[in-house]
Structure formats: C-alpha cells, structure tokens
C-alpha cells in the first residue's frame, strides 16, 4: 500500500513554516529528524501531568512514570526483536552507548597487543571512544579500508581479522556515505576468529528493520533523535552474557544493590549500567517515536526513502558537474556530493537562503573525507516525510548555485 505522504506530512508541525521566506525542505535528517506531533504530546504530557523519578516511589506519580519509563525499554526490545529487556540498556544516544562498551571493556577485556578493528567510514563517535580504549590499555587501533565506491574492501577485512582481534566496531549504515555496510557477512567472520562485534546501527534503525537476533552482534547501538523521537535518548543493545560479565559503567543511584562503605554490590541488568536519574521524558518520547514508526510500516518507510534516493540521484546527474561521494551498490537514503569549483559551505549557504536545510562540511568522519582527498561534502539525507516536489525545490537552487558560482 503506498504511503499518504501528506498525511504523514501533517504530522509534523516543524515542517509546516517558512525559513528565510521560502517553504522549508528539511533534508538534514542524517544529523537529526524532526518529531511527529505523538512524540511531542507524549513529552508534554509526562511534564504536564505525570512528572515523577522512576524507580523508586510507592506513590502513584513514580509508579505511572515508571510503568511508562518500562514499556519503552520494552517496546524497543520488540522493535529490535531483543530476546529480553535485559538485554535493552538506555543510554544517551549512540555516542554514550559506544563509549560505555569501550569504557568497559578497557577495564575488563582489552589487554596489551590486543587489536580493535573499526572502519575507514565511521562517524566519530565509533573512533574516538576505541582510540581512548587503546591509550588507556595498550591495544592497537586497525582500520578497514574502503573502496573508492564507498564500500568496505572486504578481502582487506578477512586479512586484518586475526586471534589478536578482540573486537570489531561499524557502522550499519555510513553517515557520510550512505553504504549499507554487509554487517551480516562481517559478523561471522569476527566471531570465527574470538573477536566481539559492536555496530553502530545510528543510521540504520531510522531506515530499516534490525532484528538484533539475526544479525546477532553482540552489541548494538542506536539514538531516538534521528528516528523521530527525542534528542539525549538512545539504546545499547548487548547480548545478555556479555553485559552480565561486564563491569559497571557510572557509579551511582539506580545501578547497585547494596552500599556499604566496606564496598558496594550492582544492580541486576540492565539497572546496572544506568547510574543516576534517566532521560525519563526522552524514553516516553522514544516508545512514541517507535509507534509511530510501527504505524507507518519501517518496510514503507524504506521504501518510500529508497524512491527518494533514486529520484535525487538521477535529478543530480542531469545537474551536470557532481562528484559523488559514496557510491555504493547497496546504499540509503542519502546523497553526498560535491559541486565542481564550488565549497560546500558556500553552497549550503546559498540553500538555506532559499529555505533548504543540508548538511555540509566533515559530517564528523574526518577519515572519510581524508580518504577521498576532500575536506568535506554536501549531504542531503531523507526521512519518510521528504517529497519529489521537495527534491525538485532542491534541484532548481542547486542549479541556481551552479550559475552563481560556477
Ligand atoms: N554514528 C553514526 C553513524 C552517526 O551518524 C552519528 C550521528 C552518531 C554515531 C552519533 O550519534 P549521537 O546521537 O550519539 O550524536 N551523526 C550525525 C550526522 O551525520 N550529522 O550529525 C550527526
């Protein structure tokens, strides 16, 4: 069934105003989306009438938000198929997900000599966290290179893979690229040498099903802003084994069992990564962020994001003049792309005054813009409610940008 795209349109209040004069066209979504107006009524609504700390009051207000609190952790279990909710750690996004594995695992796995395997396309935050990691125990970084299509080099991962390997952490989907990385390929080859698997699915839970089961990595990591729901929000999926063996993350309330100052005792999963009052508004604005996209159909979504990528692509060509970072076979709904002569951030500038939102510069993965020899790019990036009209907006002040510079 295709989708009311209107409809859907409606929704979301952001996209209903002017910006510099002209009908916005919101085509950052890569960096965060907007909110339907069930995500935005979820949040007022906890602050208006059920405001409470979770977890630890007999009375009425702490146990409603606590039950609301719960059946987000659950709902994202079913969402990503998790088999427990023990197994659905609540984090600040993606990033703090990323750095709470890295974090433990220095303090229990990663010994000198012991090798970290990342990518050439990762976003920062799946860089920095893993260099940290190797400083604070003496194991070495190693990079899987990628090929000038924007697609790992697979042979050169089979080769890196080796005993020393004890982890491997990438992206689902590229951020700068929008290569759908064969994550389902990769993981068994790192679990057949020993080694652990984080993925960086940032990118992908927004635009695709994950079923955490049949990828089976061992830790997987997603943000609520950039799927429709609230900012400082964001899931760790980790197998429950491994979060069992794991030491603690941040001290504090909510984590331990017992204090004593002879020493304390943790917290069961998954309290005991979870130190301190949570984002408790954030996780009632992600369980309606994950229905709305249950609503929607995450198949439609994909769909409708791939018929958008596919118009922009070949509008863009007819442009003349782009180069095109990141081309692969396998790719989401994102294009980014250079003007010939043109910066980019010149180029952005241009848009926004006609009421065009991109992103342009590094997209924070400095290595992938080093690697194709370029400071940065202009990236347009889709969610469900972006339209072909918009797409022809975007076209018709690319052209204009190409006359004024070019
Ligand atoms: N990983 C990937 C692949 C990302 O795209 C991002 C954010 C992150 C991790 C970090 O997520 P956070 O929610 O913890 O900040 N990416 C972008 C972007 O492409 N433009 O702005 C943020």
Redesign the pocket.
């Known amino acids: 069934m295709a989708l009311d795209i209107q409809k859907i349109r409606a929704q979301f209040p952001v996209l209903h105003q002017e910006v510099n004069g002209k009908p916005l066209v919101y085509f ?1 979504n ?3 989306s907007q909110k339907p107006q069930m995500v935005i009524d979820a949040i007022t609504h906890y602050y208006s009438k059920e405001n409470s700390n979770i977890h630890r009051g007999v009375h009425f207000l702490s146990q409603q938000a606590t039950d609301k609190y719960e059946a987000a952790r659950e709902a994202t279990r079913r969402f990503i198929n998790a088999d427990s909710i023990e197994e659905i750690i609540i984090t ?7 750095n709470l594995v890295a974090s433990c695992l220095s303090k229990s796995l990663f010994k000198k000599g012991d090798e970290i395997l990342i990518s050439t396309i ?2 920062h ?2 860089i920095v966290p893993w260099q940290m990691a190797c400083e604070q125990t003496g194991a070495v970084l190693k990079v899987i290179p990628v090929l000038d299509s924007g697609e790992l080099d697979m042979d050169a991962y089979r080769d890196l893979l080796n005993e020393k390997t004890k982890l491997v952490a990438v ?1 689902h ?4 690229l929008g290569t759908i990385n064969p994550i389902e390929e990769m993981i068994p080859l790192a679990h057949a040498k020993g080694a652990l698997v984080l993925i ?1 699915g ?2 992908a839970v927004p635009h695709t099903k994950v079923d955490v089961q049949v990828l089976n990595a061992d830790f997987y990591c997603f ?1 609520a ?2 799927m429709y729901g609230p ?1 400082g929000i ?1 899931i760790l999926h980790g197998k429950k084994e491994i979060l069992e063996k794991m030491p603690p993350y941040h001290g504090g309330g909510e984590m331990i069992k017992e204090v004593k100052f002879e020493g304390s005792t943790y917290n069961d999963l998954p309290f005991k990564f979870e130190g301190g009052t949570p984002n408790i508004a954030g996780g009632i604005g992600l369980e309606a962020a994950i229905r709305f996209m249950e609503e929607v159909g995450v198949e439609n979504i994909a769909k409708q994001e791939a018929e958008l990528l596919a118009y922009a692509t070949q509008k863009l060509k007819e442009v003349g003049g782009i180069r095109f970072v990141g081309e692969a076979k396998n790719k989401a709904g994102l294009v980014s792309f250079l003007m010939e002569g043109i910066h980019p951030y010149d180029a952005g500038t241009i848009l926004d005054k006609l009421g065009i939102a991109i ?1 342009t510069g590094h ?3 400095q290595p992938v813009m080093a690697r194709f020899d370029i400071t940065g790019t202009m ?1 347009a ?1 889709f969610a469900v409610y972006n339209t072909k009209e918009e797409i022809d907006v975007f076209i018709a002040a690319i052209n204009r940008v190409k006359i004024m510079f070019g």
Not at 173 to 176: E, V
């Open positions: 950052d890569g960096a965060t600040r996004g993606t990033t703090e997900a990323i990762e976003h935050s799946n992206n989907i590229s951020n700068a960086d940032a990118q943000s802003h950039k900012t964001g992103r997209l924070c993965a990236r990036s």
